[in-house]
């Protein structure tokens, strides 16, 4: 009790001293306690490291092997030039998925090509040029202070003035020249060597020759010119050379190119195989007609199969759309009688046709042009471009005379003619890499050629063959069916011997009389052919049994192809006129 007795009188005595201390100046401040925190004393470096890290991020460029990207990347992060550890196993260390050229990473430049033809003229007349990756220039530095930075394409204000005042110039002197006539020396201006007579006498250079009036042609004249023309046409008759007539083409299409300025005949990208198996059509899809007289030949664009080209006999020849609208794109009128046969060049930019006024011509798909023209005043019945891919201009021709003439389209000249047939020549089959070629003729034989030597290698009769008007080769390039005119579809192997296969025999049809094309599905399962009751038959290739019959056309079908990427739909043309896509 005293204890706290104490205790008391202390608090007691401590408020008194306290309102002292607050009332009087006099007594010492107080002292302050320093203030302590609960919270443990961390290291702070780690985190200042951290955040050093983070910022070095944001700057350095992205890894092209990560997936993630943790924070928002700038631009320039985006579009820096790749860097990074150098892979161990290559020898630049770029490794191989990231490489797109044989020397490393090449990176696109998005520049029009007007805007590259633009630089590229300018930096070979000035010496300086726009730097595509910057806004600077690079060359010839103080040309390009000299000339204010101009370009090729933009001629400065003060040069187009320039220009025009010196044309105004040039006016008004020939003004004064022909208005201030009664001034001047009336003997300058008739002195051909004076400047006034030139002035006045100045002519265009291309002004043509000088207009005047087309006087009548003396007696002598008539006579020369009327013995010449007698000459000429008696020269005409003697060469018998092909009918010449004017070469013209019609486009039926919307435009020649569409909004991307790709040609109507550029494939379309999404062009390709569905599956590797083909299987016979069932029924029509579509029917072009356009031909007045009947279809001798018709063609799939070659690998895709988009446009499809027709032979007629009304002397046209039409290039239809497959794909889209269904329509006749367009018309190639340069023969002046029926057409024979067609074929297209690798690419199919350009395509081969012959006629039976003895001319083969070499147009160009696109544009309806006709390159070039041959003729050795024969009737062509068969034409082939050489398939290599250098010997694209070669040209191969079977014409009615028994001979296969070779021409080099380039030169226009005859390199090789092939005279062993003893009958007019009907097809041309290329086989063994293009090395060799088959030939079919009247004289109901087979030969072979190597290519380029006339000399026959193999030569197959039988008593029992008959003619074979058409001719096909196995898309496995071992076979080769022969449409033979005894109704029947013969196969030859395309190995050394050239063996007739005794076990394949394809029959049913009624082809006698008929050249109908005999043609293979793209995977060499069925073999297919028209007939001449207006038929297209199709057999099992293993079995050789008949699988479908299609009654096609009335009349004659004399062509069949099957789709190089559809693979269940085939093109057929016949005498009526029609081509049906099944």
């Known amino acids: ?42 290291d702070d470096t780690m985190l200042a490291l951290t955040v050093a890290k983070a910022h070095q991020s ?30 161990p196993y290559a020898k630049d260390g770029i490794a191989q998925g990231m490489r797109n050229h044989k020397l490393g990473f090449v990176e696109d430049a998005a520049i029009e ?10 930096f070979h007349k000035y010496g300086y040029a726009a730097d595509p990756s910057g806004n600077n220039y690079i060359g010839d530095l103080d040309a390009l202070q000299k000339n204010d930075a101009i370009s090729v394409y933009n001629i400065p204000q003060h040069e187009q003035k320039k220009r025009k005042i010196e044309k105004m110039k040039d006016v008004e002197m020939e003004d004064e020249v022909v208005g201030g006539e009664h001034e001047v020396d009336p003997t300058e201006i008739d002195n051909p060597a004076s400047d006034l007579w030139l002035m006045k006498n100045k002519k265009s250079p291309w002004a043509g020759k000088k207009e005047g009036v087309q006087t ?57 195989a569905t599956n590797d198996h083909c299987y016979i059509p069932k029924r029509l899809i579509h029917t072009w007609s356009g031909h007045t007289k009947g279809v001798s030949a018709i063609r799939f664009f070659p690998k895709y199969g988009h446009l499809i080209l027709s032979a007629g006999m009304d002397t046209k020849v039409k290039i239809w759309d497959v794909f889209n609208s269904g329509k006749c794109m367009r018309t190639y009128m340069g023969h002046s009688k029926a057409v024979r046969d067609i074929s297209f060049c690798n690419d199919g930019t350009k395509f081969l ?58 030169t226009g000249q005859t390199t090789q003619e ?47 063959m008959h003619s074979m008007p058409a001719i096909s080769l196995h898309p496995n390039t071992n076979w080769l069916a022969a449409q033979s005119l ?28 008929y050249a109908c094309q005999v043609n293979f599905s ?17 057999w099992d290739w293993k079995s050789c049994k008949v699988f479908r019959t299609l009654k096609c056309h009335e009349g004659v079908c004399i062509g069949c192809e099957w789709h190089p990427l559809e693979q269940s739909k085939v093109a057929t043309c016949g005498w009526d006129g029609l081509i049906k896509y099944w």
């Not at 063994?432 to 004289?443: A, E, H, L, P």
């Not at 793209?522 to 199709?538: A, I």
């Open 113 to 122: 090509s007007f805007v590259f033809d633009e630089q590229y003229n300018t």
């Open 216 to 272: 009548d042609l003396t007696e002598e004249q008539k006579k020369y010119a009327e013995e010449y023309a007698k000459k000429k046409e008696e020269k005409g008759h003697s060469g018998e050379k092909g009918e010449h007539l004017v070469d013209k083409t019609t486009f039926h299409g919307k435009e020649e190119r569409d909004y991307q300025g790709r040609s109507w005949i550029a494939p379309p990208k999404d062009a390709k």
């Open 418 to 464: 092939y005279d062993q047939h003893l009958g007019a020549v009907n097809t041309i089959t290329f086989v063994d890499n293009n090395r060799r070629f088959v030939t079919s003729s009247d004289d109901k034989s087979l030969r072979v050629w190597e290519f380029g030597i006339p000399v026959v290698i193999k030569y197959i009769s039988e008593p029992h």
């Open 486 to 513: 005894d109704n029947q579809i013969l196969i030859y192997s395309t190995r050394e011997r050239f063996q007739l296969n005794k076990k394949k025999r394809f029959a049913g049809h009624i082809v006698a009389g």
């Open 353 to 410: 046709t012959a006629g039976y006024d003895k001319n083969i011509k070499y147009w160009d798909t696109e544009t309806g042009q006709v390159i070039s023209t041959f003729s050795t005043g024969k009737i062509p019945y068969v034409v082939k471009l050489n398939p290599d891919e250098d010997k694209q201009n070669i040209l191969l021709a079977g014409m009615s005379d028994k001979k296969i003439v070779q021409w080099d389209i380039n």
């Open 1 to 42: 009790m005293d204890l706290l007795q104490t205790y008391a009188d202390k608090s007691d005595g401590e408020d008194q001293s306290h309102q002292l201390s607050t009332s009087s100046p006099d007594y010492s401040p107080p002292r302050l306690i320093p203030s302590k925190s609960a919270a443990p004393k961390v």
């Open 522 to 538: 793209p995977d060499g399962r069925f073999v297919m052919s028209g007939d001449g009751e207006g038929k297209c038959w199709f």
């Open 58 to 87: 944001h700057s350095k460029p992205i890894d092209p092997s990560q997936h993630v990207v943790a924070f928002n990347p700038t631009y320039d992060q985006l579009w820096a030039p790749i860097y990074g550890p150098a892979h």
